[in-house]
């Protein structure tokens, strides 16, 4: 591109707004390594560190006409590349607990059972992802992590209370969501 590091996020968020693409690369090679060394904190994997970073990067320029309200790039590219990273970790950790806890009821199933199985266990982990966060979180403590609900009030600074309410809530969008699969997930409950 020609010009040095000295280049303003302002200058710079003006012309990737306008599509300049030649300021889009620019960008890319400067950040990238850099926010790939970031996610394999996270990751622990260089691969998958890289997949993020581009994914990252294409949200980026999808997102341009938005640039505006960052005041700092590199501080956005490093938020975005984290926030990815972590919604990675996550739906890993939920399909993970979701394999185990159904690897249970496989052992003596038919092929056709082993086959239905296999397609709750991605519903139900995209069910899971989809609840809010708090009803999510409360959840996969008692589900995954097997807490009592004071247990999880004290992890949460919340009362008893407020767990219950959020079990509640999280068990009523789920039968809500899976009722198909509703014998697959009265299993799947009472095995936790």
């Known amino acids: 591109m020609g010009q040095s590091e000295n280049i303003s996020d302002q200058f710079i968020k003006q012309q990737i707004s306008s599509g300049k ?3 889009f690369d620019f960008i890319f ?3 990238y390594k ?3 060394a970031q996610a394999v904190l996270y990751v622990k994997d260089k691969d998958l560190a890289q997949e993020i970073v581009q994914e990252c990067f294409i949200r980026f320029w999808e997102k341009r006409s938005e640039l505006e309200e960052v005041n700092k790039l590199s501080a956005f590219l490093s938020f975005m590349v984290r926030n990815r990273a972590i919604d990675y970790l ?3 950790k939920v399909q993970k607990n979701v394999v185990e806890s159904l690897q249970y009821h496989h052992q003596n199933d038919s092929a056709d059972n082993l086959a239905i ?3 709750f266990e991605e519903i ?4 899971i992802l989809k ?7 409360a959840f996969e403590y008692s589900r995954f992590e097997g807490l009592t609900y004071g247990q999880i009030a004290v992890k949460m600074g919340i009362t008893q209370k407020a767990v219950e309410a959020l079990m509640g809530r999280s068990l ?3 039968r809500s969501d899976l009722m198909d699969y509703l014998p697959l997930l009265c299993i799947f409950l009472t095995r936790h």
């Open 21 to 23: 693409e030649e300021v």
């Open 29 to 31: 090679r400067k950040y």
């Open 34 to 36: 850099s926010l790939c």
């Open 90 to 92: 996550r739906k890993e």
């Open 117 to 119: 199985s296999h397609e």
């Open 124 to 127: 139900m982990m995209e069910a």
């Open 131 to 137: 609840l809010p966060d708090r009803c999510r979180e």
């Open 172 to 174: 009523k969008l789920l």
